[in-house]
């Protein structure tokens, strides 16, 4: 048992005595961001996401759950220049990925953790810049979440609220003041000895088991039916052109829920040319909601948008489990808050898995 | 030399600004390029041109012959800029009285020829390329010069704004502040210059016209009015940026 003051020395240890830059939620000029945590300052401790669906207002308050970033922001950045080569292809050079600092992730939620876990299936050493970053990372600190947001529901697809492995020191805030730490590796322990705490009171393990119950219990119930149910049915569903068509009634395809999506991981090359005449190749995010995501030479393959819209929910729902064995959406409920029309992923697959009882809403 | 004519019809030159500016500060680009055509200066020399880049919408009949000309003489043409490829802010005349909009604007109205509704340049002549922007980014532009002076066109990936934004890291003003914003039906290009200053876009990239049918267009209208848009932003954003598509829009 420690108290938000023991974060402070947390943080320092890891950048001290481990010699490691914090990335993490940061909190500046009254918005959360990810950025590099120095000390408790950077910290969004006082401050709490209030969401709808489209809705998102950080107000005073103890318990920040998500911003329109995550960890993605770190491992897998926006733009990436791949390439530079000549026009004769002679000098042909691919940017500098060893020399990353070693990292530790701080305050990242569980649902995070296994959006990280999402990534590293998918894209693994495929990607030279995602892998140089993975590589970097030396110490995964968790923050699990007492209380969720009006759209979370990791409990729903079992990313959350508690964390059981894949971290070094999770941590969780009983109230404004009292922290309930634990440690899931011998780094973990090392670092909590070093913090020397006071172990916590049996009251205390209970009011930390009952609030992460009651989490679970608020988180779990985003969806109608059982998964296997939910997935089964989403795919018996797919050729259902009417069905899809009025689920993403609302959607305007701008490609928001795939740029906050934590797991959605797409990208696209750009080619300029720049003042030496070398080609530049440069990565950048895309997302399967946009119109230029399905274009090829010659082409479209999903011009109409409930096509794209449609692809969005079967991917993280029955492709990726295909793919990977995990499911591809983490609960975190970001493509529900930054939603400029407010669609409600939930929604949009109950009405589904449902047959179309309440589409859309 | 590659020859390149700047041609000048309806409009404010602010893309040919930008044009020009990032051309004369390319150096590279200078010793491919010969500039022989720039309508504000008159013609330099008067061949064929390799190169075309128009500003502006068609507003007569004289406009019409004088593109025709110029497409004749040129290789490639491309669209600069909103009011090209899609009629621009000029396009808030349409469904007014043409007669009583020249009583507004000019001392002698009788001396004004245009026809009521403004033309995209590809309602005239056959276009090879366009780049969207009021005004056109500069380095846009340049990238086209230095992709054609290879031999080929960029690719333009036109998504939607919220995309730059996102990229950015910025948050969302829509979302996170209540801020009425064009930007999810808007082209990208512009690097998301609006909300970067705490701002709703306008729009004056034009609307996602190919992506968004009129279905699509109202319920989000409908979504930008609950936030109280004021309806000059809504108007300016489907007359002046939508050209195609804001005919059909309910009670505009």
């Known amino acids: 048992m420690g108290s938000v003051y023991d974060l402070d020395r947390l943080i320092r240890i890891l950048r001290e005595n481990l010699n490691l830059q914090l990335q993490g939620y940061r909190y500046h000029a009254g918005r959360v961001s990810w950025g590099e945590i120095n000390g ?11 969401v709808e669906p489209g809705l998102y207002r950080l107000k005073e308050g103890y318990r920040f759950r998500h911003s329109s970033v995550s960890p993605k922001v770190f491992l897998l950045p926006s733009e990436q220049v791949f390439l530079y080569e000549s026009e004769d292809y002679a000098r042909v050079k691919a940017p500098d990925t060893s020399e990353m600092r070693q990292t530790a992730l701080f305050g990242i939620k569980p649902c995070d953790r296994r959006a990280i876990e999402v990534l590293d299936n998918i894209i693994g050493s495929k990607n030279p810049v995602y892998a140089s970053r993975r590589k970097s990372i030396a110490a995964i600190i968790v923050e699990e979440c007492l209380e969720p947001n009006n759209n979370c529901f990791c409990g729903a697809v079992g990313s959350g609220p508690s964390i059981e492995g894949g971290f070094d020191v999770a941590y969780a805030r009983l ?85 906050v999506c934590p797991t959605c991981f797409c990208l696209e090359f750009e080619y300029s040319i720049n003042e030496q005449n070398m080609g530049v190749k440069t990565a950048q995010w895309t997302g399967c909601l946009l119109y230029t995501y399905g274009q090829v030479a010659g082409g479209h393959f999903r011009p109409e948008l409930y096509t794209r819209y449609r692809h969005f929910v079967l991917h993280k729902f029955v492709f990726y489990p295909k793919q990977i064995g995990l499911i591809g959406c983490v609960g975190c409920g970001r493509c529900i808050t930054w939603c400029p029309m407010g669609i409600d992923l939930r929604g949009s697959v109950n009405s589904v898995a449902q047959g179309g009882v309440n589409a859309g809403k | 030399m590659l020859r390149v004519a700047f041609l000048k019809l309806t409009s404010c030159s602010g893309c040919l600004n930008q044009a020009l500016v ?3 500060a390319s150096e ?9 055509y720039f309508t504000e200066l008159g013609t330099i020399s008067s061949d064929n041109y390799d190169l075309v880049l128009v500003e502006g919408s068609v507003s007569n009949t004289k406009q019409e012959r004088e593109l025709e000309e110029f497409r004749a ?69 340049v990238n086209l010069l230095r992709k054609y002076a290879i031999g080929g066109l960029p690719l333009i990936l036109p998504e939607s704004v919220c995309s730059e934004c996102k990229r950015k890291g910025l948050t969302c003003v829509m979302v996170s502040q209540g801020i009425p914003c064009m930007g999810p039906i808007t082209v990208s290009g512009c690097g998301a210059l609006c909300p970067s200053f705490q701002r709703g ?40 940026y939508g050209y195609k598509s804001f005919k059909y829009v309910k009670g505009r």
Do not use: H
């Open chain 2, 28 to 36: 590279d680009l200078l010793s491919k390029y010969e500039v022989v």
């Open chain 2, 201 to 240: 876009c306008y729009g004056c990239y034009g609307l996602r016209t190919w992506d968004i049918n009129v279905f699509k267009l109202e319920k989000f209208i409908d979504k930008v009015n609950k936030l109280g848009a004021p309806g000059s932003m809504i108007q300016t954003a489907l007359r002046g």
């Open chain 2, 73 to 141: 003489r040129s290789k490639t043409l491309v669209a600069l800029g909103t009011c090209a490829v899609q009629g621009g802010v000029q396009s808030l005349r349409i469904g007014e009285d043409i007669e009583e909009v020249k009583k507004t604007v000019y001392p002698f109205p009788e001396k004004i020829d245009v026809y009521s509704e403004p033309k995209p340049v590809s309602d005239i002549v056959k276009v090879d390329f366009f780049i969207q922007g009021c005004p056109v980014k500069g380095e846009a532009v």
């Open chain 1, 175 to 259: 109230d404004e003041k009292r922290v309930f730490f634990k440690y899931g590796s011998e780094l973990g322990r090392d670092i909590l000895v070093k913090l020397d705490l006071k172990p916590a009171g049996e009251r205390e393990v209970n009011e930390y088991r009952e609030k992460i119950e009651s989490t679970r219990e608020l988180t779990s119930r985003a969806f109608s039916r059982v998964m296997r149910e939910v997935q089964e049915n989403l795919l018996s569903k797919a050729r259902d052109k009417d069905l899809w068509l009025k689920v993403s009634e609302d959607c305007v395809g701008c490609g928001n829920c795939n740029f």
């Open chain 1, 40 to 50: 408790i300052a950077d910290l969004p401790l006082s401050v709490e996401d209030y």
């Open chain 2, 22 to 24: 990032a051309l004369l």
